[in-house]
């Protein structure tokens, strides 16, 4: 057997020759254009310098001198293989890594993103809060993945990030239930469960993107403009649903998701809530379908009050005035 390094050993390698050949293997002659997968099996001994140095050494500013030391000593042919296989060992972890990453078994991976908009008399309909005055157009409750919630508690909400997005963020995303301009709650809450997740896509990365390429989509889709638009507007008369739904597809060309709060003891009449838009990672519009496959109920830690929004029925609907 070659020893991986010269009798000569320098005083840091203790233990002696013994030490530094004991139960080590060189890198066989493979050829150095041999496969990754071939020397993956054969530069185990990567750690070779590691194991060759002194526990207190390893963390040590002095780890890669002794380390080129090491592999100085070795035969040309037996440090090539080792880089070699190093190297290519690094690349296939890193390429495991992001197919994880991508893939469906990672915990934060989502497929598609809810544009959530609510209409606040609603919101306040179910709310046991107090409101006052409420917005009389719709305004944006959330921007949400499909799937998961709050991937990064450590990434906390910094108004800071989006101090030039205010003016906009109060009257378009205006926290309902609670009147006081500079209550920021509600936007923290956003960003911490859904914003965190919605940023492992580059568009979404920061908080000011966040925040602001969500008010984008929100003007671009002009709701308010495309109900009055089809003659749909807040009212003491009823909707049938499935009018309100055919509305908006012709419209957008796709299909979104309308949900409503339930009719009250004693009435047939549900009431009109939440109007979700769907889009891919891309921000491209897409229809929010309800196959099983692709079905999934949002949580919302938001408390509104003792009633909750469900999908709506195809039956008669209530869209209320102040």
């Known amino acids: 057997m070659v020893p991986l390094v010269s009798a000569a050993h320098p005083p840091w390698l203790k233990g002696g020759k013994g030490r530094a050949g004991a139960g080590i293997q060189p890198c066989r002659g493979a050829g150095f254009n ?10 185990a001994s990567c750690a070779v310098a590691r194991r060759l140095l002194p526990e207190q050494d390893r963390v040590s500013g002095v780890a890669l001198t002794k380390t080129r030391y090491i592999l100085h000593k070795m035969k040309p042919a037996t440090g090539h293989y080792l880089i070699l296989g190093c190297f290519c060992l690094a690349f296939y972890s890193g390429c495991t890594s992001y197919k994880f990453l991508e893939s469906e078994h990672h915990p934060h991976t989502w497929k598609k993103l809810f544009l959530v908009h609510h209409w606040p ?42 101090k030039d997005l205010l003016p906009d963020m109060r009257q378009y995303w ?17 960003w911490e469960k859904h914003g965190t997740c919605a940023a492992t896509v580059e568009p979404l990365n920061s908080q000011k993107k966040y925040f602001g390429r969500t008010l984008d989509l929100y003007q671009k889709l002009d709701l308010n403009s495309c109900l009055l638009k089809v003659g749909i507007k807040p009212s003491s008369t009823y909707y049938q649903m499935t009018a309100i739904k055919e509305a908006l597809t012709s419209v957008y060309g796709v299909t979104p998701k309308v949900q409503c709060l339930p009719p009250e003891e004693g009435e047939e009449v549900q009431t009109i809530g939440q ?18 496959a692709d079905s999934y109920v949002m949580p919302n830690n938001w408390h509104f009050g003792p009633e ?8 008669l609907t209530y869209y209320p005035a102040q």
């Open 34 to 43: 041999a496969g990754c997968s071939e020397l993956l099996t054969e530069v």
């Open 121 to 162: 008399v609603t919101v306040c309909k179910m709310s046991e809060n107090d409101c006052k005055d409420p917005p009389q157009y719709w305004t944006i409750h959330g921007l949400w993945p499909d799937k998961v919630d709050e991937c990064n508690r450590t990434w906390h909400f910094n108004v800071t990030e989006i």
């Open 174 to 190: 205006p926290d309902v239930l609670h009147s006081s301009p500079n209550r920021t709650q509600f936007w923290k809450h956003e």
């Open 275 to 292: 109007i979700e838009f769907c889009f891919t990672k891309e921000l491209e519009l897409r229809n929010c379908t309800n196959s099983e």
């Open 308 to 315: 909750e929004l469900s999908v709506c029925n195809d039956t």
